[in-house]
């Protein structure tokens, strides 16, 4: 399994209608592509987990935004898109007693699949998760 570190940016805004349209506009509108987001309500706020190719452009393009934008380190790993993968690693994490802030994954061509993972240790997860088979 391959592990590596990226560079994802936390996105919190007000919870409205159209706040994907306006994040993902001003993202477009400055030229920035995307490898992966997830998006959720929290209360009254809606909060962005964006996977950008250039985060520091990304983050100069959403200034556009009335957010408030955090830059955040977190783990790509690059996994078999089969049954119980994701079990094994969140398994693997949990048994050595790191906690997992957020995850979001994606399945990929030719059986691959993508997984992005916030750990409360990511270097000593990091470590462990390149062991799941």
Do not use: H
């Not at 994701?86 to 061509?109: D, H, W």
């Amino acid at each position: 399994m391959k592990v590596k570190k990226v560079k994802v940016l936390i996105v919190d805004t007000p919870n409205a209608v159209g706040k994907l349209a306006e994040v993902a506009g001003a993202l477009a509108d400055a030229g920035v592509n995307i490898q992966g987001i997830s998006a959720y309500e929290k209360g009254r706020r809606g909060v962005f987990v964006i996977w950008p190719y250039s985060p520091a452009k990304a983050k100069k393009a959403l200034a556009k935004v009335k957010c408030k934008v955090e830059e955040d380190s977190a783990l790509l790993l690059e996994v078999a898109n089969r049954v119980g993968v994701l079990k094994a690693v969140a398994e693997r994490v949990a048994a050595s007693g790191i906690n997992v802030q957020y995850v979001f994954a994606v399945a990929l061509q030719k059986g691959e699949a993508g997984v992005i993972i916030k750990t409360s240790e990511d270097a000593r997860a990091a470590k462990l998760i390149r062991c799941v088979k």
